[in-house]
């Protein structure tokens, strides 16, 4: 999965989130539909993430992955592009985690 540092959400307004799919609303008003892959909590940090896609897919056949920062209790809307390459390779773990166990699944099924 390709990762993209919020390069297209960047200080949006979370507008909805609501049963897997988050609704940002741009600086322009426009609103960007995503589906929401995950969210957790970093006790390192002491922030929330999101991860996200557009189902997109890059030139090398990888699905677009966005990561931002949020607040769960939802007081301030706003989402913000991750800090620093540590917050990313987090994500980036949990992804690969994710990835191994559907391919895992695959395997299983096509095993039966």
């Not at 999965?1 to 008003?29: H, P, Q, W």
């Not at 706003?78 to 895992?104: A, F, R």
């Amino acid at each position: 999965m390709a990762k993209e540092e919020n390069n297209t959400a960047v200080n949006n307004t979370v507008k909805e989130i609501n049963d897997g799919v988050i609704i940002l609303k741009d600086e322009t008003g426009k609103e960007h539909k995503f589906d929401l892959l995950f969210t957790f909590d970093s006790d390192e940090t002491g922030k929330s993430y999101m991860a996200y896609t557009d189902n997109s897919v890059t030139k090398d056949g990888q699905i677009q992955v966005f990561a931002s920062i949020y607040d769960p209790t939802g007081e301030d809307l706003t989402i913000y592009p991750l800090q620093d390459e540590k917050e990313w390779k987090v994500i980036q773990e949990i992804l690969n985690g994710i990835q191994e166990q559907v391919s895992q699944m695959k395997d299983e099924e096509s095993e039966e």
